[in-house]
């Protein structure tokens, strides 16, 4: 079977080779949030904000922050605003983030194996940015979350849409294009190495994830309990098209991002 280059199936699980690769890479990741052509920026995070809505008052849990993103706007909207990352690195840019912005972030460092220690109906949102591809155990994840969450409350779930690991850039006469290379239900565990996992030297960062269906993150959250209130796979905005046209084209031909908000039942 043809995969992406650079990839291939490996024995599981995703971590902690996920968990060392990214604390490696964190610079080169730190460098990319910084840049104006971001499909993160142009894609990814506006979609999400209006998925997740008014949230003055609320509570909030990021696992896997990072720079927080999502915390210092969630702090800036008026949420009380947690975040959960393993990599050092990256707490510290969270740290600087909240700093510069005038907020108050509760971060800690730590993956999904610290969401026990949180309390029964602790937060009214649980957000999974980017991050559930290195998870091992999501539905065991997903359970952890309905616990953690108020009667009301909801999960918030950003991915790498599950078509984008199914496909390849191909050149072609009028330029690139994307085209599928393996099945779309061949599920596994996959080691790869892309332009993002690069070290200082620029020497290449090997990182395991996990290739899943769109099926298999629905199925995991109604077996925790959860019901599924949107999915979305988001276009860019038009200040997206005006910033970065050909990332935002091939977005439009194959889409980046599968965003899911599911409520406690």
Do not use: C, N, Q
């Given at each position: 079977?043809?995969?992406?280059?650079?990839?291939?199936?490996?024995?599981g699980?995703?971590?902690?080779?996920?968990r060392e690769a990214w604390a490696r890479a964190a610079g080169n990741y730190l460098a990319h949030c910084a840049r104006e052509r971001n499909w993160n920026k142009l894609i990814e995070i506006p979609a999400m904000r209006r998925l997740l809505g008014d949230v003055r008052g609320k509570r909030t849990l990021e696992v896997g922050c990072g720079p927080a993103h999502y915390s210092v706007w969630l702090a800036q909207q008026g949420a009380e605003a947690w975040g959960l990352d393993p990599v050092e690195a990256l707490l510290d840019a969270a740290r600087r983030s909240a700093e510069e912005a005038g907020v108050e972030l509760r971060l800690r460092q730590g993956g999904v194996e610290c969401l026990p220690e949180y309390l029964d109906g602790q937060f009214d949102i649980v957000l999974f940015p980017m991050v559930l591809?290195?998870?091992?155990?999501?539905?065991?994840?997903?359970?952890?979350a309905h616990r953690l969450l108020s009667p009301?409350?909801?999960?918030?779930?950003?991915?790498?849409?599950?078509?984008?690991?199914f496909?390849?850039?191909?050149?072609?006469?009028?330029?690139?294009?994307l085209r599928i290379v393996s099945g779309y239900v061949e599920r596994g565990v996959i080691e790869w190495s892309m332009w993002i996992m690069v070290d200082e030297e620029g020497n290449g960062i090997p990182c395991k994830s996990h290739?899943?269906?769109?099926?298999?993150?629905?199925?995991?959250l109604v077996g925790a309990g959860f019901l599924i209130e949107a999915l979305r796979e988001p276009d860019?905005?038009?200040?997206?098209?005006?910033?970065d046209p050909r990332n935002c084209r091939e977005n439009h031909h194959c889409p980046d991002f599968l965003l899911l908000k599911a409520v406690k039942r």
């Open positions: 079977m043809l995969l992406p280059p650079h990839t291939r199936y490996t024995d699980p995703a971590d902690p080779i996920s591809e290195y998870v091992d155990d999501i539905a065991g994840t997903f359970r952890e009301e409350g909801f999960v918030a779930i950003s991915l790498v849409h599950p078509m984008r690991s496909s390849v850039k191909h050149e072609t006469e009028g330029g690139e294009e290739r899943r269906t769109i099926e298999d993150y629905v199925e995991a860019a905005s038009p200040e997206g098209w005006a910033v």
